[in-house]
């Protein structure tokens, strides 16, 4: 079939800014959901979040319960009989709903790549369904171990073998892109893809291993710095508020559908240099302790050496600069911590 010209149906473009408009977030109790949530209903939106809280929370999204815009269904993303109808009463979808974490999806494979390949399936079918503008979260994790770094989205990915548990989470992410393309190409369904680069900000829990939390936890507690690895390997962090705010731009730009987006910061560290910086800032008490991948994960276990966007393309389309370089988000993950831990009495951390 050849490639259909033109959008056959209005995008945000045609409609104007003031409008209030009615957004569905899936995942929206999680960790970059309620952010999200919050940033759509700052903006005069209605927010409708679904989530299972199998991984979402809802102490995440309890401050917003009160906004008359906004609304909480406790329900899977895959429930046909919940989806089309908010589906149908929405005027765009946020697809945020995800297993989560390097640690989730080696203790639960089979969880993580059904539920990640069937919630995507039913949000792409249902708002192909009502012709619905559509936002899906894909990763980093889609770059695989390439080192060709900074990554552009046209890049060739470099996967690990499937006997690697790790891999399936970004090839599940792999299959979500392909198929919300798929949709694009087929019918014109306006669907934008968002490949995150790791995200932090209040909120996260170090639960399902995300280190930015667990490292400042384990600062302010005194307790060693995990180290995994030789510490060598390198991230970018992207505060939520940042992304969340890139997201919000995207699903309604007239150029975003189609196409495919790094979404970060590209402010490289190494995770070493990362415990440094959180030690330091959390109050120089800990030691750093250095833990092999095999011990930290499984035997065999996969890292990346280093990730960092290429940034250009989402630059060149939308207007995103980044509010908060490490050192301001990593003030800001700690002093949430502190707080949180001063709340639960200093007890045992979420991520322990
Ligand atoms: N990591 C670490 N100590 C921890 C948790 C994670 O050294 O307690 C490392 C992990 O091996 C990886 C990096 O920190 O190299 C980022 O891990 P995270 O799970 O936050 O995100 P990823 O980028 O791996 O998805």
Known sequence: MPPIRGALRPTFSDISMEQKLNYLVTGGAGFIGSHLCEALLQQGHEVVALDDLSTGRYENIAGLESNPGFSLIVESDTRVETLDPLVRKADGVFHLASAVGVRLIIDKPVYTVRSMIRGVDAVLGHCARYRKPLLITSSSE?????????????????????????????????????????????????????????????RQTGQYGMVVPRFARQGLKGEPITVFGDGKQTRCFAHVKDTVGALAQLIEHP???????????????????????????????????????????????EDMRRRVPDLSKLRALIEFKPQYDLDAILDDVIRHERAAMKGSGCGKSEGD
């Open 142 to 202: 889609v770059y695989g171990k390439s080192e060709n770094v900074p990554f552009s989205e046209d890049d060739d990915r470099l996967m690990g073998p499937t006997t690697m548990r790790r891999w399936s989470y970004a090839s599940a992410k792999a299959v979500g892109e392909f198929l919300a393309l798929a949709y694009w190409h087929e019918s014109r369904l306006p669907v934008v893809v968002a490949r995150l680069f790791n995200v932090v900000g209040p």
């Open 255 to 301: 150029g975003a559908p189609g196409r495919v987006f790094n979404v970060g910061n590209d402010e490289e560290i190494t995770i070493l240099d990362l415990a440094e910086k959180v030690r330091s800032k959390t109050g120089n008490r800990s030691e750093i302790r250095m833990i092999p991948y095999s011990e930290a994960y499984v035997s065999g276990f």
